[in-house]
């Protein structure tokens, strides 16, 4: 039900006011659609000011709080970065911790303790070769990493191998027309 409805209805029990052709009638209809134009803004100010339901103002507007943008552009996933960043605290530096606020880099990161003390390596299995927007990235998760951390970054190309063993042949390979950099990060 529209606002200038709810109104009428609020005054039909009294039975004093003509509420439909007259100009009270029309000064509610008029009252009404004002009242209905600042509910949906409300709405919008509501969905926007919670970052698990922001579609686009609220999202850019948390952006912007923090030094590097998530390197994304798809809005839930940017909306899920930005609140992985915004988890960050003072007891965020445990492995689990780590592991789960680096995904405010804007892609699936993972973080494992080196060979060595005060090194740690990342990983991006979900893409082969040095994603894009890498030194996007790089430094988002150097602002989170604690600083007295050598940061090693661990990237992934496909083996002749692996190759030959999702049976790709190099007719095969060839029909693609890929670039070298497309060949060794072909994942299908």
Same mark, same amino acid.
Request: with cysteine; charged share 20%.
């Given at each position: 039900?529209?606002?200038?409805?709810?109104?009428?209805?609020?005054?039909?029990?009294?039975?004093?006011?003509?509420?439909?052709?007259?100009?009270?009638?029309?000064?509610?209809?008029?009252?009404?659609?004002?009242?209905?134009?600042?509910?949906? =803004?409300?709405? +919008?100010?509501?969905?926007?000011?919670?970052? /698990?339901? &922001? $579609?686009?103002? #609220?999202?850019?507007?948390?952006?912007?709080?923090?030094?590097?943008?998530?390197?994304? =552009?798809?809005? +839930?996933?940017?909306?899920?970065?930005?609140? /992985?960043? &915004? $988890?960050?605290? #003072?007891?965020?530096?445990?492995?689990?911790?780590?592991?789960?606020?680096?995904?405010?880099?804007?892609?699936?990161?993972?973080?494992?303790?080196?060979?060595?003390?005060?090194?740690?390596?990342?990983?991006?299995?979900?893409?082969?070769?040095?994603?894009?927007?890498?030194?996007?990235?790089?430094?988002?998760?150097?602002?989170?990493?604690?600083?007295?951390?050598?940061?090693?970054?661990?990237?992934?190309?496909?083996?002749?191998?692996?190759?030959?063993?999702?049976?790709?042949?190099?007719?095969?390979?060839?029909?693609?027309?890929?670039?070298?950099?497309?060949?060794?990060?072909?994942?299908?």
């Amino acid at each position: 039900m529209s606002n200038a409805g709810y109104l009428k209805e609020l005054l039909r029990p009294l039975g004093v006011y003509k509420l439909e052709e007259s100009f009270l009638g029309a000064e509610l209809d008029s009252l009404g659609k004002a009242l209905d134009g600042l509910q949906e =803004q409300l709405e +919008q100010v509501q969905r926007e000011m919670c970052l /698990a339901t &922001a $579609r686009d103002e #609220g999202v850019e507007r948390m952006a912007a709080l923090f030094s590097c943008r998530p390197v994304t =552009q798809d809005v +839930q996933q940017m909306a899920a970065s930005l609140a /992985a960043l &915004a $988890r960050i605290g #003072g007891d965020s530096f445990t492995l689990k911790a780590i592991n789960s606020t680096i995904a405010g880099c804007g892609l699936n990161a993972k973080v494992s303790e080196g060979d060595e003390p005060g090194v740690v390596m990342v990983r991006f299995p979900d893409v082969a070769g040095v994603p894009a927007g890498f030194e996007q990235m790089r430094a988002i998760i150097e602002d989170i990493l604690p600083a007295h951390l050598l940061v090693q970054y661990l990237f992934w190309y496909q083996t002749w191998g692996e190759l030959n063993d999702r049976g790709l042949t190099w007719q095969g390979i060839h029909n693609q027309n890929l670039t070298w950099e497309a060949f060794e990060t072909l994942v299908e």
